[in-house]
């Protein structure tokens, strides 16, 4: 059965860094997203991303975060500059329409 | 910003009982998805919910999408270990947006 993929599993950063945190979707899907759940508390919707553009953003994606699609295959979040409570599972999900399947995340700690 | 309340937040059941845990919120919504999230993991979809009045089972899991729009609930049947998690709805606001919002998890625990 197709699954998303996220690579790393982990990763560790140094404060004011920048991150790139990388996502398969599941191939014939048309929408992608990125969530984020801080330790011990609920996911929580950063951004969506169709047709090669963001359709949503919540306020948590400032202008610290942007993502892309590189090729057919990819779809990134980068963090510019890191800040310590941009520590979290970050989550990447695809859909073809309204049911979202998610990846096994990133781990990302701050330091 | 929309909140998704869930009851319980945790429980402790002895295996084989049934369990039923649910999603309220004050607003309406379009669709409603069930996950269940091991440590360390994403979520994993276990039942997705798209008519209001809807039920529907995948195992012992049913749910339904409460006939106002704005609740669900997801019952597990004879728990059996390996249920232990954090149950998570989540909910996409009508109309038009494909955003979802996370309800507050409910945390099960089963005894053997």
């Known amino acids: 059965e197709p699954e998303v993929t996220q690579t790393p599993s982990h990763q560790v950063t140094q404060m004011g860094q920048e991150v790139i945190l990388r996502c398969v979707p599941i191939?014939?899907?048309?929408?992608f997203y990125w969530y984020r759940q801080i330790l011990g508390q609920k996911v929580e919707f950063l951004v969506s991303f169709y047709n090669n553009e963001i359709s949503e953003k919540s306020e948590i994606f400032d202008d610290q975060f942007s993502v892309e699609r590189p090729d057919g295959s990819n779809f990134t979040l980068k963090i510019r500059s890191t800040k310590l409570e941009d520590s979290a599972m970050y989550f990447c999900?695809?859909?073809?329409?309204?049911?979202?399947?998610f990846g096994p995340g990133t781990r990302l700690t701050v330091l | 910003g929309q909140q998704l309340n869930q009851s319980p937040q945790s429980m402790f059941i002895q295996e084989g009982e049934d369990v039923s845990m649910n999603c309220t919120s004050s607003?309406?919504?379009?669709?409603w998805l069930w996950y269940k999230q091991d440590p360390g993991e994403g979520p994993v979809l276990l039942i997705a919910l798209y008519k209001a009045g809807e039920l529907t089972s995948n195992g012992r899991l049913t749910a339904q999408f409460g006939i106002t729009r704005k609740d669900s609930f997801l019952n597990i049947s004879a728990s059996i270990p390996s249920d232990v998690g954090i149950y998570f709805c989540?909910?996409?606001?009508?109309?038009?947006?494909?955003?979802?919002?996370f309800g507050t998890g409910t945390r099960l625990k089963v005894l053997a």
């Open positions: 999900a695809s859909s073809l329409a309204d049911t979202q399947y």
């Open positions: 989540a909910g996409q606001q009508f109309p038009g947006t494909y955003k979802y919002i």
């Open positions: 607003s309406i919504f379009n669709t």
């Open positions: 191939s014939n899907h048309l929408y």
